[in-house]
């Protein structure tokens, strides 16, 4: 009888926890979840244009802002990270030998699990793993040299559709993480990064809009009048994180890069229209 | 552990209150010092705390340090502040100020708890679901 | 430092776009030891078309970082050589000229 118990509740056990992870959405259900709430909150408003974030939503905002793409503040940026990309380092190598196609044209698969060191990889973080794979010092996530390299490679992806091959294994369990920590409310304002981006895109929060989920990784790196100098968008993460007044995290924290994950494979199919520039 | 800890500071602060009536009787102040409400209060923010208090003060302060390395990413700002000065008033015998940074701390850290865990139950919520 | 120049032609009326690479440092900032970052900022920004003056704009503290300035010359056609020059309060400055295409 015990045993007859024991196999009947073990075999529902099993079924119960078979059908529970079956029952969590795919990346790709949460992609398509996404692109029909903005699609059905928003009908005038085309998927593609989703990569210039909140300018979609004020007029007066995107006039101003296409004025400033004709002659945007990053162009200096993008010509000296040229010069940086091409200049050897002192094994005389260049940055060319780290990337697919020499660099050029890559920027928009990023980030990606990296199978070999089993994480998540952004684009500045490749870039220092570069610079330390060939003797070099790493340069810092923020203020630095860095950010012009990361915009030419942005630049030479313009124009490109966002990839990211659907992750299983390790990789979508770093994905889930990232998509939990996006809806996990945080900070002594108790507030979800959904809060302002899902519920509240395209609602005022005291003058700003924020810019809506998706579309928002597209842009990067992005030129910011208050910053006066370009920013990853992990430096915009720490400061979300602390006008919600929670301890922001360092550059390339592994909770970042699996938000960063998320976010990315949220926006598969849409344009990369990396660097830009925004208030 | 947080029964403990509330505990010990209860505990604590009835010690020092009855210090600090204590000295009311030891001491007379003679005419022209300092009044006596201020050195009452710095003779009592100077006694010292028993080991076993002083003990669980560190071991709740390690505790607090522990979570916030656990949890680094629904750490508050200004707990990760208060948390370092409740420390360091422990390391500078300034016992009012420990316990009183220690009661915030404890607070802050216990919503800090409900957070992570009504993230955990609720996340999904937030989500726009197929 | 540099200078990019845009310039297009609609009728006679030539758009201008500017973007200047400059720090635009007011002399109030401090550094992170505390010390004052001394003042460097463009005070004018002048464009003479064929040596003739045009245009002229004074700067000052009040403009921020790598300037970008957006303006219309009347009366302009193509082939006018236009020469763009600023000089800040260090006494640097900086020319380019563009041919109106």
Known sequence: MIRLLTFVSL?????????AQTTDTTPAEDREALRKFFQSK?????LDAYKDGAYIFDPKARAQFEEIEEFPPWEF???EG??????????????????ENGGIGIAQKYPLWDEKRQEVVTLPYAINLCREANGEQPLPYEKSDLLKVQAYMAYTSRGKRIEAPEPTGKALEAYKKGREYYYSKR????????????QH????????????????TTHWPVYRSKWEELGDIQRRYKECNKQVRAKDLPYQAEEYRNLQYYMHLMDVGLEFNGPSSRK | MNKTILMVTLLTSLFLG????????????AAGSAPPENSQAAESARLPLSEQAKQALEQAIKHYEDFARQHRSFLWRDTELLIAQTKEALQKGEFDLVLQSAEKVEKEVRLMQGQVEFAKKNWRKFMVNP | MGMKVKVKLAGDQAKVKLLIRHPMETGRRKDDSGKIIPA????TLTCHANDELCFESQFGTGVSKDPFLSFTLLNRKAGDKLKFKWVDSTGDSDEKEVVIK
């Open chain 1, 11 to 19: 075999l529902l056990l099993g079924t119960v926890s078979a059908w």
């Open chain 3, 40 to 43: 460097k900022y463009i005070q």
């Open chain 1, 187 to 198: 900070g002594q304002l108790d507030m979800t990064c959904a809060n302002c981006h899902l």
């Open chain 1, 201 to 216: 895109a395209a609602s005022r929060l005291r003058y700003e809009l924020p810019g809506p989920l998706l579309g928002q």
């Open chain 1, 42 to 46: 928003f009908p005038d408003i085309p």
């Open chain 1, 77 to 79: 940026d993008v010509e």
């Open chain 1, 82 to 99: 040229e010069e940086l990309f091409n200049t050897p380092f002192k094994n005389g190598k260049t940055y060319a030998d780290c990337f």
């Open chain 2, 18 to 29: 009855a210090c600090s009536s204590g000295s009311d009787n030891a001491q007379t102040p």
